[in-house]
């Protein structure tokens, strides 16, 4: 495994590069922005390239890395809480549970788009179906078969409600299937920021309690601690996490089991450092992947969640063939 | 000292032990020998406090386990199981320390020492053979020199050089006190070095 040393040059070198990426993701996009490198090192300067840059892209740029980190972490933390390397939080329901409770929310005339309240609603969602896929397995195998099924369960309800809600309520909610960073503005950021970067401390901090999972819970319950009560404070934490991801921009597929598997196999799997690594990895992850999205065939936009699947799969399937015959 | 008294355990409907009654005296070897599916493990999980019996009663130091708290408990026994899978590469080293921050440095060489632990402790847990993941489970066990250590077929998949070393371990740790309990699949006459030797019947 690599050095403490190691493993911050590493992180130092990853975070330059999303820095300058970020620079470079302001710099391009559909609209024609001339010199926009002037507007960019200097913000005080006005007109029609400022505001494309500083009120449309620059939010736009921050929402990938705030949800790449939000999805990078919720992934770690749900392999680590369920001791399963295929457990992303999109195979044990949480994703499709938060889509549900948004959905509701918003077909209900509770809430709309963007707000927290939406937030709220996709968060019981989120906890309603990991807390159902967990009550209802009874080892690491059965986890994903019933999370696939809770998954396809909590889907096929959101779909249901779509077919038979109003139009214009469900063409807002059809965004989620795909999710999409487009919607993202300085609104968004006022929500995304604080809870996305609240609930990665929080999981970081507690994530080091999580190593012991890797014990299997009879060696974790002789330490005299409960781990179903551990893993239901992780629950709580990935499903705020894929909650507000997914109330502010849609499903995004693949990210949340790739960011922690390129991390684990770069760095090792102890807990603290992996949820550090998956949050820095998932963020330049999806810039990547929105800066392409957006760029690739100006003026249409391509699904994001197919990009970071585009990226992500070959990545992971590379770093899994390297490895050898063991999950990282 | 531990102490069964007309222990009866099942699985839903099926009983796997009627009316057993032991005792296991502090500083103590004892071993449970019988045939696959006889109760062995389930016994030994009873004791351990994973399992709650069906009639009877089980004591440590005359205080039923039923009353005792998991935190008490895990400050009485430690249990090595029989074999754990792991899914992600932690170094032995971590899986050692994993749940021991006040082990002594000491406690911690002595026993990859003598368990042989010390060339993996740098190798991930994933690339390992059964044999060596069972060392760790059993240096896990002792790691915390707690008063009572529980062993599931500690000797399965060990060569003849480990099971010396585990069983000249385990004389130590009972002479130093401990009350050691393990399920062997091994002949009564190869167990010569226990204090008791317990022959569950076959059902």
Not at chain 1, 150 to 157: C, M, Q, V
Not at chain 2, 101 to 118: H, N, P, Q, Y
Not at chain 2, 126 to 150: K, N
Request: glycine fraction near 8%; include cysteine.
């Amino acid at each position: 495994m690599m050095t403490v040393k190691g493993r911050r040059v590493l992180l130092l070198f990853i975070l330059i590069t999303i820095a300058l990426f970020s620079l470079f993701a302001l710099s391009i996009g559909s609209a024609d922005v001339k010199d926009p490198w002037k507007f960019i090192f200097d913000r005080s300067l006005t007109g029609p390239s400022h505001d494309i840059i500083w009120d449309i892209r620059y939010p736009r740029v921050i929402a990938a890395l705030l949800v790449g980190m939000a999805l990078g972490v919720a992934g770690a933390l749900s392999q680590s809480a369920s001791n399963n390397p295929l457990a992303d939080p999109s195979i044990i329901g949480t994703s499709a549970g938060a889509s549900l409770g948004a959905s509701l929310a918003v077909v209900l005339g509770l809430t709309s788009i963007g707000t927290l309240g939406t937030t709220i609603a996709a968060t019981i969602g989120a906890l309603v179906a990991s807390l159902v896929t967990f009550a209802l397995s009874r080892s690491v195998l059965q986890l994903v078969i019933v999370g696939i099924a809770t998954s396809a369960l909590f889907t096929a309800i959101t779909g249901l409600m779509i077919s038979m809600a109003d139009k214009p309520e469900s063409r807002s909610i059809s965004f989620w299937s795909f999710g999409s960073l487009a919607l993202a503005n300085s609104e968004t950021l006022a929500l995304l920021t604080p809870l996305v970067v609240l609930t990665s401390i929080l999981g970081w901090y507690y994530s080091q309690k999580m190593d012991l999972l890797v014990l299997g819970d009879r060696e974790v319950s002789h330490l005299g601690l409960n781990p179903g009560r551990m893993r239901l404070i992780a629950f709580i934490l990935i499903s705020l996490l894929i909650a507000t991801a997914v109330s502010t921009v849609g499903s995004i597929a693949f990210l949340a089991l790739a960011a922690p598997h390129i991390t684990r196999y770069l760095i090792g799997p102890s807990n603290r450092p992996l949820v550090i690594g998956s949050a820095v990895i998932g963020a330049g992850l999806l810039l990547i992947a929105d800066t392409a999205a957006r760029t690739i065939a100006p003026p249409i936009e391509l699904p994001i969640g197919l990009i970071t699947s585009l990226i992500g799969a070959p990545i992971l399937i590379l770093i899994l063939r390297k490895s050898g015959e063991v999950w990282r | 000292m531990i102490t069964a008294s007309h222990l009866t355990l099942a699985y839903g409907d099926r009983v796997v032990l009627d009316d057993f009654s032991a005792e296991c005296e502090k500083g103590s070897i004892t071993a449970i020998i019988g045939a696959n599916g006889c109760g062995k493990s389930t016994l030994l999980a009873a004791l351990a406090g994973d399992l709650h019996q069906v009639a009877g009663v089980i004591t440590i130091d005359g205080v039923s386990i039923a009353e005792l708290k998991k935190s008490q408990l895990s400050a009485l026994r430690a249990l090595a199981q029989q074999s754990h899978h792991y899914w992600m590469a932690y170094t032995t080293d971590e899986i050692l320390r994993l749940g021991h921050d006040a082990v002594s440095e000491e406690r911690f060489t002595f026993l990859i020492e003598k368990l042989g632990i010390t060339d993996y402790l740098d190798q991930s847990v994933t690339t390992l053979s059964g044999g060596q993941l069972q060392r760790i489970e059993i240096a896990r066990s002792l790691l915390r020199q707690l008063p009572i250590v529980m062993l599931d077929e500690p000797f399965a998949s060990q060569d003849l050089k480990s099971i010396a070393a585990i069983t000249e371990l385990l004389r130590e740790e009972a002479a130093a006190g401990a009350t050691v309990l393990l399920v062997a699949h091994m002949r009564r006459e190869d167990l010569s070095w226990c204090d008791q030797v317990i022959e569950l019947g076959a059902r």
